[in-house]
C-alpha cells in the first residue's frame, strides 16, 4: 500500500510563499506520475499541478507562474512551491500518486486519474 503524508500547510498572508511536501514510501517518485490537489470548502476536488516520470508538468491555469512542482527522486518526496498566494488559493492540499498502468503525454489534472492519496495539509491564505 502506497503511502503519502504531507506536510508544510499553515497561515500566510495574501503575495507570501509556502512549500508543501509528500513524503512517499511503497512506491518509488521517479516511475510514476505524481501531482498535488486541492479542495476549497464546498468545492469539488481540483488539480493543482503534476508531474511524471520524466519531468513533464501539468498546472492548472489558476497556479501557472505561481506554483512550481518538483520531486526529489533521492528522498522519494514530493514538493510543491507556492508563491504569490491569493485568499483564493485556500483549501486543503493533498498529495497523490498514480500506480495503473502507462500515461502517455503530459500528465493528467484529473482526480480520476490518480490512484493514492495523502491525508492532506490545509493552506489559508489571508487578505
Known amino acids: 500500500q502506497v503511502q503519502l503524508v504531507e506536510s508544510g500547510g499553515g497561515s500566510v498572508q495574501a503575495g507570501g510563499s509556502l512549500r508543501l511536501s509528500c513524503a512517499v514510501s511503497?512506491?518509488?517518485?521517479?516511475?510514476?506520475?505524481m501531482g498535488w490537489f486541492r479542495q476549497a470548502p464546498g468545492k469539488e476536488r481540483e488539480g493543482v499541478a503534476t508531474?511524471?516520470?520524466?519531468?513533464?508538468?501539468s498546472y492548472a491555469d489558476s497556479v501557472k507562474g505561481r506554483f512550481t512542482i518538483s520531486k526529489d527522486n533521492a528522498k522519494n518526496t514530493l514538493y510543491l512551491q507556492m508563491g504569490s498566494l491569493k485568499p483564493e488559493d485556500t483549501a486543503i492540499y493533498y498529495c497523490?500518486?498514480?500506480?495503473?498502468?502507462?500515461?502517455?503525454?503530459?500528465?493528467?489534472?484529473?482526480?480520476?486519474?490518480?490512484?493514492?492519496w495523502g491525508q492532506g495539509t490545509p493552506v489559508t491564505v489571508s487578505s
Open positions: 497523490a500518486a498514480r500506480t495503473r498502468g502507462l500515461w502517455f503525454g503530459y500528465p493528467p489534472l484529473r482526480t480520476g486519474d490518480y490512484d493514492y
Open positions: 511503497r512506491a518509488t517518485v521517479s516511475n510514476y506520475c
Open positions: 508531474i511524471d516520470s520524466v519531468g513533464r508538468t
